[in-house]
Nanobody
């Protein structure tokens, strides 16, 4: 059974950094693409980033390009989202997710992709 558990959220000042972690189980490290999504209060959920199963392609939302970096540690079954130069508009609950099928990040470009398996999320608050 696929399971994902996020951690690393917290409160940070604008311009600061945080690293989110997503520990996954139920599949091997190079089986599927894993992505990060976020949902801010009163807003729809949006895809933030994705890393393909073989780490040979990535997706980043325009709003986070150049500030966020996704990576994975196969030995630890963990995907990371390094967030830098954080802005108040980055405040949201961040979720990691996978559909347990696809290896590529291509569906993330559609703007409407929703994987089948989700973690419970971790809250990131960016505030002075």
């Amino acid at each position: 059974q696929v399971q994902l558990v996020e951690s690393g959220g917290g409160m940070v000042q604008p311009g600061g950094s945080l690293r989110l972690s997503c520990v996954y189980s139920g599949f091997t490290s190079d089986d599927y693409a894993i992505g990060w999504f976020r949902q801010a209060p009163g807003k729809e959920r949006e895809a933030v980033s994705c890393l393909s199963s073989w780490a040979d392609n990535t997706y980043y939302a325009d709003s986070v390009k150049g500030r966020f970096t996704i990576s994975r540690d196969n030995a630890k079954n963990t995907v990371y989202l390094q967030m830098s130069s954080l802005k108040p508009e980055d405040t949201a609950v961040y979720y990691c997710a996978t559909d347990g099928i696809l290896r590529s990040c291509s569906p993330y470009y559609s703007g409407s992709y929703s994987p089948d398996y989700w973690g419970k999320g971790t809250l990131v608050t960016v505030s002075p």
